[in-house]
T-cell receptor, first 113, second 110 residues
Framework: DSGVTQTPKHLITATGQRVTLRCSPR?????VYWYQQSLDQGLQFLIQ???????AKGNILERFSAQQFPDLHSELNLSSLELGDSALYFC????????????FGSGTQLSVL | GENVEQHPSTLSVQEGDSAVIKCTYS??????FPWYKQELGKGPQLIID?????GEKKDQRIAVTLNKTAKHFSLHITETQPEDSAVYFC?????????FGTGTSLTVIP
Protein backbone atom coordinates (compact mmCIF):
# COMPACT_ATOMS: atom_id res chain seq x y z
CA ASP A 1 0.00 0.00 0.00
CA SER A 2 1.55 3.28 -1.18
CA GLY A 3 -0.52 5.45 1.14
CA VAL A 4 -2.06 7.34 -1.79
CA THR A 5 -5.83 6.95 -1.98
CA GLN A 6 -7.82 7.40 -5.16
CA THR A 7 -11.58 7.35 -5.52
CA PRO A 8 -13.58 6.05 -7.21
CA LYS A 9 -11.82 2.92 -8.45
CA HIS A 10 -14.11 2.63 -11.45
CA LEU A 11 -16.21 5.19 -13.26
CA ILE A 12 -18.52 4.61 -16.21
CA THR A 13 -20.08 7.58 -17.92
CA ALA A 14 -21.31 8.81 -21.27
CA THR A 15 -19.78 11.10 -23.85
CA GLY A 16 -20.27 14.77 -23.13
CA GLN A 17 -20.45 14.26 -19.39
CA ARG A 18 -18.23 15.64 -16.64
CA VAL A 19 -16.55 13.64 -13.89
CA THR A 20 -14.34 14.34 -10.90
CA LEU A 21 -11.56 12.08 -9.72
CA ARG A 22 -10.25 12.44 -6.21
CA CYS A 23 -6.84 11.83 -4.70
CA SER A 24 -5.54 11.93 -1.15
CA PRO A 25 -1.75 12.01 -0.98
CA ARG A 26 0.45 10.22 1.53
CA UNK A 27 0.55 11.84 4.92
CA UNK A 28 3.14 14.60 4.83
CA UNK A 29 3.43 14.79 1.05
CA UNK A 30 2.91 18.25 -0.40
CA UNK A 31 2.99 17.43 -4.11
CA VAL A 32 0.32 15.69 -6.13
CA TYR A 33 0.75 14.54 -9.71
CA TRP A 34 -1.84 13.27 -12.18
CA TYR A 35 -1.03 10.77 -14.91
CA GLN A 36 -3.15 9.21 -17.63
CA GLN A 37 -2.42 5.64 -18.69
CA SER A 38 -3.83 4.29 -21.93
CA LEU A 39 -2.84 1.31 -24.04
CA ASP A 40 -1.58 3.37 -26.96
CA GLN A 41 -0.07 6.32 -25.07
CA GLY A 42 1.46 4.72 -22.01
CA LEU A 43 1.84 6.85 -18.88
CA GLN A 44 1.34 10.51 -19.72
CA PHE A 45 2.08 13.27 -17.22
CA LEU A 46 -0.86 15.64 -16.92
CA ILE A 47 -0.22 18.11 -14.14
CA GLN A 48 1.49 18.65 -10.79
CA UNK A 49 0.44 20.67 -7.76
CA UNK A 50 2.63 21.63 -4.85
CA UNK A 51 1.08 22.86 -1.64
CA UNK A 52 -1.99 24.16 -3.44
CA UNK A 53 -0.23 25.78 -6.37
CA UNK A 54 0.18 24.48 -9.90
CA UNK A 55 3.86 23.55 -10.34
CA ALA A 56 4.12 21.86 -13.71
CA LYS A 57 1.85 21.11 -16.62
CA GLY A 58 2.21 18.30 -19.12
CA ASN A 59 -0.07 16.98 -21.83
CA ILE A 60 -3.28 18.05 -20.18
CA LEU A 61 -6.22 18.89 -22.41
CA GLU A 62 -8.10 22.16 -21.97
CA ARG A 63 -11.21 20.11 -21.11
CA PHE A 64 -9.35 18.81 -18.07
CA SER A 65 -8.57 20.79 -14.96
CA ALA A 66 -7.24 20.04 -11.52
CA GLN A 67 -6.80 21.66 -8.17
CA GLN A 68 -5.25 20.95 -4.81
CA PHE A 69 -7.13 21.95 -1.70
CA PRO A 70 -5.82 23.31 1.63
CA ASP A 71 -5.97 19.82 3.13
CA LEU A 72 -3.72 18.77 0.19
CA HIS A 73 -6.16 16.41 -1.45
CA SER A 74 -6.53 16.93 -5.17
CA GLU A 75 -9.28 16.60 -7.72
CA LEU A 76 -9.02 16.09 -11.45
CA ASN A 77 -12.02 17.32 -13.39
CA LEU A 78 -12.69 15.93 -16.84
CA SER A 79 -15.41 17.58 -18.90
CA SER A 80 -17.04 17.16 -22.31
CA LEU A 81 -15.85 13.60 -22.19
CA GLU A 82 -14.98 11.75 -25.37
CA LEU A 83 -14.53 8.06 -26.05
CA GLY A 84 -10.78 8.61 -26.26
CA ASP A 85 -10.68 9.82 -22.66
CA SER A 86 -11.26 6.27 -21.49
CA ALA A 87 -8.12 5.38 -19.56
CA LEU A 88 -6.64 4.66 -16.20
CA TYR A 89 -5.94 7.85 -14.28
CA PHE A 90 -3.26 7.74 -11.62
CA CYS A 91 -2.49 10.12 -8.87
CA UNK A 92 0.96 10.17 -7.29
CA UNK A 93 2.42 12.15 -4.43
CA UNK A 94 5.84 13.15 -3.22
CA UNK A 95 7.28 14.96 -0.25
CA UNK A 96 8.30 18.18 -1.92
CA UNK A 97 8.05 20.08 -5.16
CA UNK A 98 11.26 18.72 -6.58
CA UNK A 99 11.33 15.41 -4.76
CA UNK A 100 11.50 12.83 -7.45
CA UNK A 101 10.36 9.72 -5.61
CA UNK A 102 6.72 9.36 -6.54
CA UNK A 103 4.23 7.12 -4.79
CA PHE A 104 1.29 6.10 -6.95
CA GLY A 105 -2.27 5.31 -6.02
CA SER A 106 -4.15 2.36 -7.50
CA GLY A 107 -5.83 4.48 -10.12
CA THR A 108 -9.31 5.28 -11.35
CA GLN A 109 -10.47 3.35 -14.39
CA LEU A 110 -12.61 5.68 -16.49
CA SER A 111 -14.82 4.24 -19.19
CA VAL A 112 -16.61 6.64 -21.50
CA LEU A 113 -19.41 4.98 -23.46
CA GLY B 1 10.12 17.75 -24.38
CA GLU B 2 11.71 14.50 -23.34
CA ASN B 3 11.22 11.36 -25.44
CA VAL B 4 11.84 8.03 -23.75
CA GLU B 5 12.01 4.82 -25.76
CA GLN B 6 11.90 1.43 -24.08
CA HIS B 7 12.75 -2.03 -25.38
CA PRO B 8 11.65 -4.74 -25.53
CA SER B 9 7.90 -4.37 -25.15
CA THR B 10 7.60 -7.99 -23.97
CA LEU B 11 10.15 -10.28 -22.42
CA SER B 12 9.90 -13.87 -21.29
CA VAL B 13 12.63 -15.54 -19.27
CA GLN B 14 13.05 -18.79 -17.42
CA GLU B 15 13.09 -18.59 -13.65
CA GLY B 16 16.63 -18.02 -12.46
CA ASP B 17 17.75 -16.32 -15.67
CA SER B 18 18.54 -12.64 -16.00
CA ALA B 19 16.35 -10.01 -17.61
CA VAL B 20 17.54 -6.77 -19.18
CA ILE B 21 15.36 -3.84 -20.21
CA LYS B 22 16.82 -0.90 -22.09
CA CYS B 23 15.75 2.71 -22.44
CA THR B 24 17.00 5.72 -24.33
CA TYR B 25 16.20 9.37 -23.71
CA SER B 26 16.54 12.49 -25.79
CA UNK B 27 16.84 15.46 -23.43
CA UNK B 28 20.38 15.97 -22.15
CA UNK B 29 18.90 18.04 -19.30
CA UNK B 30 17.37 14.90 -17.80
CA UNK B 31 19.16 14.03 -14.60
CA UNK B 32 16.95 11.51 -12.86
CA PHE B 33 16.08 8.02 -14.08
CA PRO B 34 13.63 5.94 -12.04
CA TRP B 35 12.28 2.49 -12.77
CA TYR B 36 8.78 1.47 -11.80
CA LYS B 37 7.13 -1.92 -11.54
CA GLN B 38 3.41 -2.20 -12.14
CA GLU B 39 1.53 -5.31 -11.14
CA LEU B 40 -1.92 -6.08 -12.43
CA GLY B 41 -4.54 -3.82 -10.93
CA LYS B 42 -2.05 -1.69 -9.06
CA GLY B 43 -0.29 1.58 -9.54
CA PRO B 44 3.39 1.79 -10.52
CA GLN B 45 5.82 1.25 -7.67
CA LEU B 46 9.34 2.67 -7.60
CA ILE B 47 11.90 -0.14 -7.49
CA ILE B 48 15.17 1.65 -8.14
CA ASP B 49 16.41 4.99 -9.39
CA UNK B 50 19.65 6.56 -10.50
CA UNK B 51 20.87 10.10 -10.85
CA UNK B 52 23.03 11.47 -13.63
CA UNK B 53 26.15 11.71 -11.46
CA UNK B 54 26.16 7.95 -10.91
CA GLY B 55 26.92 5.29 -13.52
CA GLU B 56 25.55 2.24 -11.76
CA LYS B 57 23.41 1.38 -8.77
CA LYS B 58 22.52 -1.99 -7.32
CA ASP B 59 19.89 -3.15 -4.87
CA GLN B 60 19.95 -6.90 -4.22
CA ARG B 61 18.89 -8.58 -7.48
CA ILE B 62 18.16 -5.33 -9.29
CA ALA B 63 20.72 -3.04 -10.89
CA VAL B 64 20.52 -0.01 -13.13
CA THR B 65 23.24 1.39 -15.37
CA LEU B 66 23.39 4.79 -17.00
CA ASN B 67 25.42 5.96 -19.98
CA LYS B 68 24.98 9.73 -20.19
CA THR B 69 27.06 10.08 -23.33
CA ALA B 70 24.91 7.64 -25.24
CA LYS B 71 21.74 8.73 -23.42
CA HIS B 72 20.69 5.25 -22.46
CA PHE B 73 20.03 3.38 -19.25
CA SER B 74 19.17 -0.19 -18.45
CA LEU B 75 17.52 -2.30 -15.79
CA HIS B 76 19.06 -5.65 -14.93
CA ILE B 77 17.23 -8.25 -12.88
CA THR B 78 19.24 -11.30 -11.90
CA GLU B 79 18.01 -14.66 -10.61
CA THR B 80 14.48 -13.87 -11.75
CA GLN B 81 11.55 -15.21 -9.78
CA PRO B 82 7.87 -15.63 -10.75
CA GLU B 83 6.98 -12.64 -8.57
CA ASP B 84 9.12 -10.47 -10.83
CA SER B 85 6.45 -10.88 -13.52
CA ALA B 86 4.97 -7.44 -14.09
CA VAL B 87 5.17 -4.43 -16.38
CA TYR B 88 8.29 -2.34 -15.92
CA PHE B 89 8.53 1.32 -16.86
CA CYS B 90 11.60 3.44 -17.19
CA UNK B 91 11.37 7.20 -16.89
CA UNK B 92 13.63 10.18 -17.43
CA UNK B 93 13.44 13.83 -16.64
CA UNK B 94 14.87 16.92 -15.05
CA UNK B 95 13.78 16.67 -11.44
CA UNK B 96 10.11 16.18 -10.78
CA UNK B 97 8.67 16.30 -14.28
CA UNK B 98 9.60 13.07 -15.93
CA UNK B 99 8.42 11.09 -18.90
CA PHE B 100 7.79 7.38 -18.98
CA GLY B 101 8.73 4.74 -21.51
CA THR B 102 5.99 2.59 -22.99
CA GLY B 103 6.64 -0.33 -20.65
CA THR B 104 8.02 -3.87 -20.80
CA SER B 105 5.83 -6.78 -19.87
CA LEU B 106 8.11 -9.29 -18.16
CA THR B 107 7.01 -12.89 -17.72
CA VAL B 108 9.11 -15.23 -15.62
CA ILE B 109 8.37 -18.83 -16.49
CA PRO B 110 8.65 -21.23 -13.53
Amino acid sequence: DSGVTQTPKHLITATGQRVTLRCSPRSGDLSVYWYQQSLDQGLQFLIQYYNGEERAKGNILERFSAQQFPDLHSELNLSSLELGDSALYFCASSVGGVEEKLFFGSGTQLSVL
Amino acid sequence: GENVEQHPSTLSVQEGDSAVIKCTYSDSASNYFPWYKQELGKGPQLIIDIRSNVGEKKDQRIAVTLNKTAKHFSLHITETQPEDSAVYFCAAGPGNQFYFGTGTSLTVIP
